[in-house]
């Protein structure tokens, strides 16, 4: 199985690393925000895509552009991530495509889901939360991946 993991900068990467040993196996090809990061998974494939957020919709769209033709080109069975922007265009694009997909939501969103986790919800085959009082009928809770 061919594994595509995005994240972005910051503690949505360190988290996807953390998920890491569940992708054993698997093919698996990383996407990220920053260059530097290909060295934390050397040995596979990595992929960097520009930054974005809600705030600089030119970017956004520089953003979109750059996960469509990776997906188009890696051609996943599956796609995780931990967030925030790329992954979770990465998610709409998988469902354009046919391909399954898990959203597992930031450890830091205590209280609610992230507001890109709420919009994953929508597009993603699976939507895990880290906190067990934030899991409902569609999302799950198994725990979380900073322990």
């Given at each position: 199985?061919?594994?595509?993991?995005?994240?972005?900068?910051?503690?949505?990467?360190?988290?996807l690393?953390?998920?890491?040993?569940?992708?054993?196996?698997?093919e698996?090809?990383?996407m990220?925000?920053k260059?530097?990061?290909?060295?934390t998974?050397s040995?596979?494939?990595?992929?960097?895509v520009?930054?974005?957020n809600?705030?600089?919709?030119?970017?956004?769209?520089?953003?979109?552009?750059?996960?469509?033709?990776?997906?188009?080109?890696v051609k996943p069975?599956?796609i995780?991530?931990?967030?925030?922007?790329?992954?979770l265009?990465?998610?709409?694009?998988?469902k354009?495509f046919?391909i399954?997909?898990?959203?597992?939501?930031?450890?830091?969103n205590?209280?609610?889901?992230?507001?890109?986790?709420?919009?994953a919800?929508?597009?993603?085959?699976?939507?895990?939360?880290?906190?067990?009082?934030?899991?409902?009928?569609?999302?799950i809770?198994?725990g979380?991946?900073?322990?």
């Amino acid at each position: 199985m061919k594994i595509l993991a995005i994240a972005s900068a910051g503690g949505h990467w360190i988290q996807l690393l953390r998920l890491q040993p569940s992708f054993e196996g698997h093919e698996v090809v990383f996407m990220s925000t920053k260059t530097s990061f290909a060295s934390t998974v050397s040995g596979y494939k990595f992929l960097v895509v520009p930054d974005a957020n809600r705030k600089n919709p030119f970017k956004m769209l520089s953003t979109v552009l750059s996960v469509f033709k990776h997906i188009k080109a890696v051609k996943p069975h599956i796609i995780i991530t931990t967030g925030a922007a790329p992954g979770l265009i990465g998610i709409v694009i998988g469902k354009l495509f046919g391909i399954k997909t898990a959203w597992v939501d930031s450890i830091a969103n205590v209280q609610t889901i992230s507001m890109s986790g709420k919009i994953a919800r929508y597009f993603a085959t699976k939507i895990y939360t880290q906190w067990p009082d934030l899991a409902t009928k569609g999302t799950i809770y198994r725990g979380n991946v900073l322990s």
